[in-house]
Each structure stands twice: as structure tokens, then as C-alpha cells.
């Protein structure tokens, strides 16, 4: 199976998409806030609707990367290039601004599942950040001379989606305890800044020492 990523790839993957997926953003916000308005029912649901959103934006990106490694290896270097600079300035806002965790408490009428799982593929697949993160970061664990790039970029979308969801479940099945624990324990948040930021500026600057040569 040529199109698995070496061991230390797979790794260096795994331990980001973890990151990530503990990372408060609109995906988590809104699986909390489900659920504590609705149920964890309700709210696996949207989980189930995010993954699902990653699920495009992974076709998106193998299938259009792969597309332009074809058409033009230089255009994929300037992507590859572009990415590690958005990867360095998701770091730097880590640092300034911070992790956002804003719960709405407030009752709702509780929704069919249909309407919850398309209410967490919406919130993936049109946040302009989710879609700009995704076809930045995917390419950094590919070459521009590997001729399984769309299989290995299809690999990898799932392996985000494998690992992410577990860690979605959790947070819903914790939604109660973990939505008062984060926003009172506030320097936990900032830890989690500063490794999501000290991790990707990691991958930025080997990508860019790697290009270099």
C-alpha cells in the first residue's frame, strides 16, 4: 500500500489532528451548546454532521491538489509555501487572541436528527477557515513527486476525521462539567494556545527549511 504515509508522518499527523480536535473553534461550540440545549443525542448528531463537512473538504483538497501537482509542481510549492505561512499566522493568533469557547445555554426545541447533522456540515463546510486550514495543512504531509498524492490525501483526510470524531463524542459527553471547566479555568486554554501555536510554527519552519535547500 504505497499510498501510507511513513511512520513519522502518520505520527506528526496524528499528534496535530489530536490538537486540533481539542482546539475550541465553531464546530466544538456549537456540539456543546447542543447539547446542553438539547441532549448528547442531539449533539452527536452534529458531530456527525461535522465529520461529514471534512469529508468534502477532504475530496476537495485530494482531488484538486493532486490536480495541480499535474498541472504545475511550482504552483504547488507556492501552495505548500502559502501554507506554512498561514500555519506560522494561525500561531501567531493563537498567541494574541486566544482559544474562544461561547456556550449558548438557552433552551431550544429539539430538532430532527437530519436538522442536526446538517446544522454541523454547514458550520464545516462553509467556514471560510476550516476550508482555507484544510487545503494548507493536508499538502504539507505529501510531495509534489509522489504518484499516490490523491490516495495518500484521501489517507489522510479520513485519518483527521477518524481521530477528530472520538474526541468530539467526548467533549458532548462531557458537554456539562467541560463548558463551565473551560471558561473558569482560563489558563488551561492558554496552554492549549501556545502548544497549537509552538506545533504548527514546528511544521511552518520545516517546511520552509525543507524548500530551502
Not at 8 to 30: E, H, I, N, R, Y
Not at 41 to 64: E, P, Q, R, W, Y
Not at 175 to 192: F, I
Amino acid at each position: 500500500m504505497d499510498f501510507l504515509p511513513s511512520f513519522a508522518t502518520l505520527l506528526a499527523f496524528a499528534a496535530a489532528t489530536l490538537l486540533l480536535a481539542a482546539t475550541p473553534g465553531p464546530d466544538m461550540t456549537l456540539s456543546i451548546s447542543r447539547a446542553l440545549a438539547q441532549g448528547k443525542k442531539a449533539a452527536l448528531f452534529v458531530v456527525l454532521g461535522t465529520s461529514l463537512g471534512i469529508v468534502v473538504h477532504t475530496m476537495l483538497v485530494a482531488f484538486g491538489v493532486s490536480a495541480l501537482i499535474t498541472a504545475s509542481p511550482t504552483a504547488f510549492l507556492i501552495l505548500k509555501t502559502g501554507g506554512a505561512a498561514y500555519l506560522l499566522w494561525l500561531a501567531v493568533q493563537a498567541v494574541r487572541y486566544g482559544s474562544k469557547l461561547s456556550v449558548n445555554k438557552v433552551e431550544a426545541a429539539a430538532g430532527t436528527p437530519l436538522a442536526n447533522i446538517s446544522s454541523g456540515f454547514w458550520v464545516n463546510l462553509l467556514n471560510p477557515k476550516v476550508i482555507i486550514f484544510f487545503m494548507t495543512f493536508l499538502p504539507q504531509f505529501v510531495s509534489a513527486g509522489d504518484p499516490t498524492v490523491t490516495q495518500k490525501l484521501l489517507f489522510l483526510g479520513f485519518c483527521f476525521i477518524l481521530i477528530g470524531m472520538p474526541v468530539n463524542a467526548a467533549v458532548v459527553f462531557a458537554a456539562d462539567w467541560l463548558a463551565s471547566w473551560l471558561q473558569n479555568n482560563k489558563k488551561v486554554l492558554r496552554g492549549m494556545d501556545f502548544t497549537f501555536a509552538g506545533v504548527f510554527s514546528v511544521f511552518a519552519a520545516k517546511i520552509l527549511l525543507t524548500q530551502a535547500r
